[in-house]
């Protein structure tokens, strides 16, 4: 069955570490990837996606994600966390019928002073 | 980039009584939006794929009689909860995809907060 996975529910960190945000999915064929922000009460923004080409995929503010076709894995990684970045982190897997996508559960991530 | 807005994005209303949230593609035309249900602390929840010019495409256990979803221009989508209940109290969120393309990334709007008193 198609499905994404985010095993992480909740990370904290302190600020200036690194972060690495884990992601698989299950799908049957090549898919499209996105990493989405969501700041409490507020939508979803895109940090990053990967279609195809180049597996390290930069997206805006300091972030990157590493497609691995053979792990089934597209995990997020920042190398010096801010503590703006505390936020819900969604991996997304698609296209879906309707063209939609599907969300993986969400990481919540905290960052210590 | 494409920008999505949602209105109104906070909503209070009375047991029984119908709310409606708009959706508007402001910089780009959408053949396809999608509405979405968001529980605290959860993750989205795809309700219908709000398609302009015909019926929405409504997912399984979503009641297409309380969630009406209308997709009159290329540029809004509606979403009415009819004789809404406490229950129906969550984060609504749509997103929509530029133009035709049926892949790709989707554009999201800023969310609407419905409470049910």
Redesign the interface.
Known sequence: AQSVTQPDIHITVSEGASLELRCNYSYGATPYLFWYVQSPGQGLQLLLKYFSGDTLVQGIKGFEAEFKRSQSSFNLRKPSVHWSDAAEYFCAVGPYNNNDMRFGAGTRLTVKP | GAV?S?HPSWVICKSGTSVKIECRSLDFQAT?M?WYRQFP????M?MA?SNEGSKA?YEQGVEKDKFLINHASLTLSTLTVTSAHPEDSS?Y?C?A?PGK???????????S?LTVL
């Open positions: 999505v949602q396809t999608f602390k959860q993750s989205l795809l794929t495409t984060f969120i997103s995809r393309r049926t892949s790709g990334e989707l554009f999201f709007g800023e969310g907060r």
